[in-house]
């Protein structure tokens, strides 16, 4: 199994602790920034690596950077029944950078 991880900065952690809670599963995290929002080669290489996933787990950031807004979406379309939304997780004491 694959699961394709989207989101902020937080989806490499997330992305961690399904590794480890799962070690036989396969992960692979993208990183967005609100740059990527914008260059349309970008939003499709990341939606077609979330589709090849078995699940994609996608962060919801529409309130937070709603430039990202098409990203995600594109992403959570071509990856159908087999994405699920995270939301973004608030807690101060968690920020990887």
Same mark, same amino acid.
């Given at each position: ?9 937080? +989806?490499?952690?997330?992305?961690? %602790? ?10 692979? +995290?993208?990183?967005?920034?609100? +740059? ?14 979330? +589709?090849? %996933?078995?699940l994609a ?22 990856s159908g ?17």
């Amino acid at each position: 199994m694959k699961i394709g991880v989207l989101g902020n900065c937080q +989806a490499q952690g997330v992305a961690q %602790c399904i590794r480890l809670l799962a070690p036989q599963v396969e992960v692979t +995290a993208r990183s967005v920034s609100l +740059a990527d929002g914008d260059r349309a080669e970008i939003i499709n290489d990341i939606a077609a690596e979330m +589709a090849a %996933c078995d699940l994609a787990l996608i962060q919801t950031l529409e309130e937070v950077q709603p430039r990202l807004t098409l990203l995600l979406e594109t992403a959570l379309t071509q990856s159908g029944s087999r994405a699920r939304r995270w939301p973004p997780i608030i807690f101060r004491g968690f920020h990887p950078d």
